[in-house]
């Protein structure tokens, strides 16, 4: 998120030799995951990724989630913002506890070409649903090239509408909602902040901001400097952008829905949770995102997890670094929470 323009020739970024040096744990899990895990994307192989990533991917069912009666799920077909797609969310939440529970409204990765909302789920369930007795609703967006920019965003916005408005239903608080995703997602996640201000739909109280994936234009240090070896790396994502925007790559009047780091404005947004590595492709977009906020007078927490690629935590879940990045996110939705709770009382 910043006022800039699309830039012309990059400058000092293509200068950019040495890259942070991973974490040790995370070097290790990397290793072992092979040449694989770093294969870019690319316009030619794009397809056969996708492919091979749907079936890879683990897709829970409804009574997988339910996990022997711990959690109540429903998958529900709701009208997008057209009103001529319907969205497909997965609503869970911890089952036993009465009273309407604050939500987290959550948008997978995967580069807005893969992924799904119910391989999410069981992660989401296990570290917050629980714990913070939170419900969740994970969103089954649009994936390009099959559908572009505007239609994963738009599918995010009806869904968000349609929850708040349907909150009761639900059993969750419409005042207590938390917008979130992790890569691709968290850049819907930051996109749905600006929408729902702009279009002054339902308030959000916070936004969850994993590695976002904020700014087309592909041309920050980072980017250049941990080009071919990051997880995702700017051939990756210039072919993920490119499969979003189509003829509208590039354009210098983009709007901030499409990729929120062409926002100008960064008022009155919910507080910001906002995590990159310091060896990863999207760190310096994530830092100029929680420096905008902050210029704006908004509130932002940032955390940059030294010698962390991107979707490190995935790859490595039980490295410490992974661990200290899973508390510190808790502890931010535990404050958020706590924030706004009435009773002035969360989970602990």
């Known amino acids: 998120m910043s006022n800039a323009g699309v830039p012309s020739e990059p400058g000092p970024v293509s200068t950019a030799r040495e890259a942070p040096p991973f974490d040790p744990e995370l070097q290790v899990a990397l290793a072992a995951l092979g040449d694989e895990a770093r294969e870019p994307i690319t316009p030619e192989n794009l397809a056969a990724r996708q492919e091979r990533d749907a ?13 022997d009666g711990r959690f109540e799920v429903a998958e529900l077909r709701v009208p997008g913002a057209s009103g001529g797609h319907e969205v497909t969310l997965v609503s869970a939440r911890p089952a036993g506890i009465a009273g309407p529970l604050p939500l987290l409204y959550y948008m997978h990765g995967g580069g807005m070409i893969a992924g799904n909302a119910w391989s999410v789920l069981p992660r989401l369930l296990r570290e917050w649903a629980r714990t913070l007795e939170l419900a969740v609703v994970s969103v089954e967006y649009r994936l390009a090239p099959q559908a572009q920019y505007p239609a994963p965003v738009e599918d995010c916005y009806g869904g968000f509408v349609w929850v708040a408005e349907h909150a009761a239903r639900l059993g969750v608080d419409a005042d207590r909602i938390i917008v979130g995703g992790k890569s ?4 819907l996640a930051a996109a749905l902040a600006l929408l729902t201000r702009d279009r002054g739909g339902p308030v959000p109280i916070g936004q969850l901001l994993l590695s976002p994936m904020l700014d087309d234009r592909n041309n920050t240090f980072s980017s250049h400097q941990m080009a071919g070896i990051d997880t995702w790396d700017r051939r990756s994502n210039t072919t993920a952008w490119q499969a979003l925007l189509g003829d509208r790559y590039g354009a ?57 690629f991107h979707g490190f935590d995935t790859f490595a879940p039980r490295a410490v670094l992974s661990q200290d990045a899973r508390n510190a996110r808790t502890r931010w939705l535990r404050r958020i929470l706590a924030q706004s709770d009435p009773r002035g009382e969360v989970a602990r």
């Open 252 to 308: 210098a009047d983009l709007p901030p829905y499409a990729a929120p780091a062409r926002a100008t404005d960064l008022s009155r947004l919910p507080p910001a949770y906002i995590e990159v590595g310091s060896a990863e492709t999207f760190r310096d977009e994530g830092v100029a995102c929680a420096q905008a906020i902050w210029q704006a007078g908004g509130q932002a927490e940032l955390h940059v997890w030294p010698g962390a």
């Open 184 to 187: 691709a997602g968290g850049g």
């Open 55 to 67: 079936a890879a991917r683990p897709r829970p069912t409804a009574q997988d989630l339910r996990a």
